[in-house]
């Protein structure tokens, strides 16, 4: 049976809505699944996501790519140090959420957000990260490592280039030259009233709110067919998420 490849969108601690999508698609064994990243912050199971991470590669080819609030979550386990910011936009629920966590499964969760990747480049020369790269020159030649989960330029890019501009014309963007096509996470869709996947150009952005009160997304790559989990907040009803 031929591999399909899915790409799954920032999840945010919401473990109801991950176990819904991968339900919901028509996974075999062996398929391949790219995490585009931002496992935790915001919903109050991020413990439960990463558990269930660890435990599908069971039955898939995965791929995990690292998001900014995994970075800044991994950084308080190591140093102890608590970023206000990353307080306030979710941290606060990622901590709450592990306080009975016993530190031998702590350990595995963190060996686990050490190994994330920050970028999968596959053999279609299909480019997956979180958030974006800087350098016209692409991924290899990006001086700051950060940018793979922080960058937002190459999505604000993306979403004012004229659809119109042809690849050849001189003014179209050296960045999205090099990659047959571009996913990434990092900046919801809702912010510009979508709640579904958006493509412009050869970016595709996954993020499709479940961090506030909209779906989490898994897509075929291949296809573009994709299934959504019930709006989060609704799979939450007690919980404020990241809607603050």
């Not at 190459?154 to 963007?173: C, G, Q, S």
């Not at 997304?217 to 291949?222: F, G, P, R």
């Not at 907040?233 to 998420?241: I, M, Q, R, V």
């Amino acid at each position: 049976m031929t591999q399909r490849t899915y790409v799954i969108g920032d999840i945010h601690g919401a473990l109801k809505a991950l176990d819904q999508v991968l339900d919901k698609a028509p996974l075999q064994k062996g398929d391949k699944l790219i995490f585009l990243g931002d496992y935790v912050d915001g919903w109050s199971e991020s413990p439960g996501v990463i558990d269930r991470l660890i435990e599908i590669r069971d039955n898939y080819e995965c791929i995990f790519i690292r998001g900014n609030h995994d970075d800044l979550f991994l950084k308080f386990l190591l140093t102890g140090k608590k970023n206000d910011q990353w307080l306030i936009h979710g941290g606060n629920a990622t901590l709450e959420s592990y306080q009975d966590i016993p530190n031998c499964k702590l350990e595995i969760h963190r060996t686990f957000l050490e190994s994330l990747e920050n970028y999968h480049l596959d053999e279609q020369n299909r480019l997956f990260l979180h958030a974006g790269f800087t350098s016209l020159h692409g991924i290899e030649r990006e001086y700051f490592e950060e940018m793979f989960y922080w960058d937002r330029s190459l999505w604000e890019m993306v979403k004012a280039l004229n659809p119109n501009l042809d690849i050849t014309d001189p003014l179209y963007p050296d960045r999205l030259k090099h990659y047959h096509e571009i996913f990434i996470g990092h900046t919801p869709t809702t912010r510009i009233g979508y709640d579904v996947p958006l493509n412009f150009a050869s970016v595709w952005n996954l993020d499709t709110g479940a961090a506030y009160m909209s779906p989490l997304t898994i897509m075929d790559v291949e296809t573009k067919e994709y299934w959504q989990s019930d709006r989060v907040n609704k799979l939450y009803p007690d919980e404020p998420g990241r809607n603050r």
